[in-house]
T-cell receptor, first 115, second 116 residues
C-alpha cells in the first residue's frame, strides 16, 4: 500500500543555512510523482516542487531542491539559504500513476528558522 | 484567475446539525478531493472524485458524504456532525489522467470547522 513517512515532527535551522527535510515513500507502482507543499501559519497550501519517478535528475526550483534516491525510496527536500519566511509546516506527498491517481500525504515537518 | 474556491472559511456548529462545505474550481479539472488536517496526522483523504458522477472513499470517509453532479463543484456534506469532526478541511483539484501525474494539487483556502 502507498505510504509516505516524514520522521521529523519539528526542526530548527539558523537563518542563511541549508536544511534537509526527510521523506520516504512506499509504493508498488513504477510510475509516480512526488511533491512537496508548504503550509505557512496562515494555513494555505503552497506547491513547492515536483519529482517524477522516471526523472533522472533531481528537481530544483529556486532555493528548493529535491534529493531523489529511488532505490532508497526517499525524496528529501533541501532548502538552501534559509529565510525567516521559510518557517512553516512542510508536507511530502505522492501520487501514483495508475489506477486512482490518488494523492497521499505525510504527517508533515514543522520548520522554524532562527534569526 | 485559476482557483479553487471553498466556503465558508470558518464554521462553528452544534452536534447533529447538517452542514455543507462548498468547493468549486474553474480549471476544468477532472480530479477533486477532500482532506482533513489534524495535528500530528497530516492530511487525510476523505473522498475523491475522478470525474462527474464518479466518487470514491478515501481513508477517513465515515460521517461524510459528497456529490459530483457538475465538473466544477464538489461539496462536502456532514449529515450529523460530531465533535470528532472538528478539523481543518481542504478541497483540492488537479487533472486526472496519466498526463496529469506531474500536476500538483490546487488547494482551496481551507475551512476550519468546530463542532460543539
Amino acid at each position: 500500500a502507498q505510504k509516505i513517512t516524514q520522521t521529523q515532527p519539528g526542526m530548527f535551522v539558523q537563518e542563511k543555512e541549508a536544511v534537509t527535510l526527510d521523506c520516504t515513500y512506499d509504493t508498488s507502482d513504477q510510475s509516480y510523482g512526488l511533491f512537496w507543499y508548504k503550509q505557512p501559519s496562515s494555513g494555505e497550501m503552497i506547491f513547492l516542487i515536483y519529482q517524477g519517478s522516471y526523472d533522472e535528475q533531481n528537481a530544483t526550483e529556486g532555493r528548493y531542491s529535491l534529493n531523489f534516491q529511488k532505490a532508497r525510496k526517499s525524496a528529501n527536500l533541501v532548502i538552501s539559504a534559509s529565510q525567516l519566511g521559510d518557517s512553516a509546516m512542510y508536507f511530502c506527498a505522492m501520487r501514483e500513476g495508475t489506477g486512482t491517481y490518488k494523492y497521499i500525504f505525510g504527517t508533515g515537518t514543522r520548520l522554524k528558522v532562527l534569526a | 484567475e485559476a482557483q479553487v474556491t471553498q466556503n465558508p472559511r470558518y464554521l462553528i456548529t452544534v452536534t447533529g446539525k447538517k452542514l455543507t462545505v462548498t468547493c468549486s474550481q474553474n480549471m476544468n479539472h477532472e480530479y477533486m478531493s477532500w482532506y482533513r488536517q489534524d495535528p500530528g496526522l497530516g492530511l487525510r483523504q476523505i473522498y475523491y472524485s475522478m470525474n462527474v458522477e464518479v466518487t470514491d472513499k478515501g481513508d477517513v470517509p465515515e460521517g461524510y458524504k459528497v456529490s459530483r453532479k457538475e465538473k466544477r463543484n464538489f461539496p462536502l456534506i456532514l449529515e450529523s456532525p460530531s465533535p470528532n469532526q472538528t478539523s481543518l478541511y481542504f478541497c483540492a483539484s488537479s487533472p486526472h489522467s496519466l498526463a496529469g501525474i506531474n500536476s500538483p494539487l490546487h488547494f482551496g483556502n481551507g475551512t476550519r470547522l468546530t463542532v460543539t
